[in-house]
């Protein structure tokens, strides 16, 4: 089952995305325009990606949060400027398009990962962790994750 913590941490952060796609979202349309506030959102999903692949410690995943809250405002703003440069009789026929690329992507995205795991031979088990906690008196070490 999901444990609380889990639930928890995807509270916090549908939190956080509704907060960076309502009131960062607007200020960046009106200040900055459309193009710009999607680049804005997919250079936060690159350093979101980034600082992920390389943090090892738990501080550096609740900045990786703040990062994805961050680059959630990507599909709204690409789906906010296609709309503006679409005919009025398109609109539905546009929107379905994106909704059905993102869709794919993320059907596509895990099932392509999931084949390079299995191809570099990536355990993802939680033996090292656990053994982490044994040694701590039940808590985790927030000194380094284990590392692949």
């Not at 690409?78 to 379905?96: K, R, T, V």
């Not at 570099?120 to 906690?133: C, G, I, Q, R, Y």
Request: hydrophobic residues 45%; aromatic residues 12%; negative net charge.
């Amino acid at each position: 089952g999901i444990n609380a913590e889990y639930g928890k941490q995807w509270y916090q952060r549908r939190v956080r995305g509704v907060t960076f796609q309502t009131l960062v979202l607007a200020c960046l349309y009106n200040c900055l325009g459309h193009r710009t506030t999607m680049l804005i959102g997919l250079a936060f999903q690159i350093l979101q990606l980034i600082w992920f692949g390389l943090g090892l410690s738990k501080w550096m995943m609740w900045i990786a949060g703040v990062l994805a809250a961050a680059s959630s405002i990507t599909y709204p703003a690409i789906s906010a400027y296609a709309s503006q440069n679409a005919d009025a009789e398109q609109q539905g026929l546009l929107q379905g398009i994106l909704t059905g690329i993102r869709g794919l992507s993320n059907g596509f995205g895990p099932a392509i990962f999931g084949l390079l795991f299995y191809f570099f031979h990536v355990e993802l088990d939680n033996s090292a962790l656990e053994d982490n906690t044994s040694h701590h008196g039940g808590e985790v070490s927030n000194e380094q994750y284990t590392s692949m």
